[in-house]
């Protein structure tokens, strides 16, 4: 059974910088997984963030954070990553990383997630 787990978040300023991380442990090739970030903030619901695919080659993103924040990926570290600048209170959220498996059409996997705080 795979396991991801997130690391990274915490509190900083508004207009500071955290970069996320999720390490992914267990069996199957990592290089496999599309993987991706999701945030939920306190009484919302759950929204993407940005994605990127198996090679790290394509990456997609939530429109209002395209610019701001950053996916990468090491397939040798079986790491994911998340660059997030120029943070605003509304980025305060609890920060979860997420894995795909290729051939199916969801994110099966899951971590517990990271907390962001930004303050104003």
């Known amino acids: 059974q795979g396991q991801l787990v997130e690391s990274g978040g915490g509190l900083v300023q508004a207009g500071g910088s955290l970069r996320l991380s999720c390490a992914a442990s267990?069996?199957?090739?990592?290089?496999?997984?599309?993987m991706a970030w999701f945030r939920q903030a306190p009484g919302k619901e759950r929204e993407f963030v940005a994605q990127?695919?198996?090679?790290?080659?394509?990456?997609t993103y939530a429109d209002a954070l395209r610019g701001r924040f950053a996916i990468s990926r090491d397939n040798a570290k079986k790491m994911i990553y998340l660059q997030m600048n120029s943070l605003s209170p509304d980025d305060t959220a609890m920060y979860y990383c997420?894995?795909?498996?290729?051939?199916?059409?969801?994110?099966?996997?899951w971590g517990q997630g990271t907390q962001v705080t930004v303050s104003s």
């Open positions: 997420a894995a795909q498996r290729f051939g199916y059409s969801s994110f099966a996997y």
């Open positions: 267990g069996e199957g090739t990592f290089g496999s997984y599309k």
């Open positions: 990127i695919s198996r090679n790290g080659q394509d990456t």
